[in-house]
């Protein structure tokens, strides 16, 4: 199964003689100093039960946008509840910006938590959370989202990660490698923990204008030391979000029933065989169910 599910995966984009994409070479920039979050401080950690934790975006002064994989758990098969969950803005050590509960949460109704990686689990691997009480903008101003680029556009992650959990770190270039049938492909250094973090477009910075949305972090896979990430097109996903939010349409309020996206799923068993395919990961310091491959 995780074999035919990179094959699918990697056979939507051409990735040069190699077969895999150039990674990038700028590397990452801690943002460790409250300096250094100037623009950033709307990116934060959701941070999930004692141990676990995804990236999170501000789309919105209470809505945060992070990979729908993130609020469920693959222990319990169930959607998490919303308590379990507080957003921590521009979080450096034991500080942060701003720290908020989450009160409501969606996930895209397409999406089925408990299956096997593949391209559909990929494309809908988008969850957004409502904050108990608003983050002005004055404190963590927001982002909006926006059209992701074709191959070879460049983009820009902020995220955390293991071995970086402490502070956000910034990889101010990285290149869009393929873009097809609603998933994007980045070269982007991530890893566990990065799941949810935002992909940007910072191409209309130098006309003064500000960074926006693409993507989220999903999934990726790393080998000798060379990732390949993938995301999804977020601005139809995200309005749908928004509006089922308001409509309370699939809204995961309080203590929440099995959630399993866009159709009923058997549970299955998902530990790879040793066959020496590279195996799902699950990351975040606990069982947040982020998706990292290795081989």
């Not at 509960?101 to 988008?126: C, E, G």
């Not at 009480?133 to 955390?160: E, H, L, M, N, Q």
Request: charged share 20%; net charge positive; hydrophobic share 40%.
């Amino acid at each position: 199964m995780i074999k035919r599910s990179l094959i699918a995966l990697t056979a939507l984009f051409v990735l040069g003689q190699s077969g895999a994409p150039a990674q990038a070479e700028t590397g990452l920039d801690r943002l460790s100093r409250r300096a250094d979050l100037f623009g950033w401080e709307a990116v934060g950690k959701v941070r999930i039960g004692a141990n676990g934790y995804c990236t999170g975006v501000l789309i919105a002064p209470d809505l945060v946008l992070t990979a729908g994989h993130c609020i469920f758990d693959r222990t319990t098969r169930q959607a998490r509840a919303p308590a379990d969950l507080t957003f921590l803005a521009g979080q450096t050590g034991a500080r942060e910006i701003a720290s908020r509960p989450v009160a409501r949460m969606i996930a895209d109704p397409a999406y089925a938590p408990f299956v096997p990686i593949s391209v559909d689990t990929i494309r809908h691997d988008v969850a957004l959370l409502q904050l108990a009480t608003p983050i002005p903008s004055s404190t963590a101003a927001w982002f909006r989202v926006g059209d992701a680029g074709g191959k070879g556009a460049a983009v820009s992650v902020v995220s955390y990660a293991r071995g970086r959990s402490g502070a956000l770190s910034w990889q101010r270039d990285c290149t869009v490698f393929g873009h097809a049938q609603g998933l994007i492909g980045f070269d982007c250094d991530v890893d566990h923990g990065s799941s949810g973090a935002p992909v940007f477009d910072r191409s209309g910075v130098s006309a003064g204008q500000r960074a926006q949305i693409v993507s989220l972090v999903s999934s990726g896979a790393r080998k000798d030391g060379k990732v390949q990430a993938y995301g999804m097109e977020l601005p139809a996903i995200v309005a749908q979000l928004k509006a089922n939010l308001r409509s309370g349409r699939g809204v995961i309020e309080g203590a929440p029933e099995v959630q399993t996206g866009a159709r009923q799923v058997r549970p299955q068993d998902e530990t790879p065989e040793r066959t020496g395919q590279p195996r799902i990961l699950r990351g975040g310091g606990s069982n947040t169910g982020a998706k990292f491959l290795r081989p």
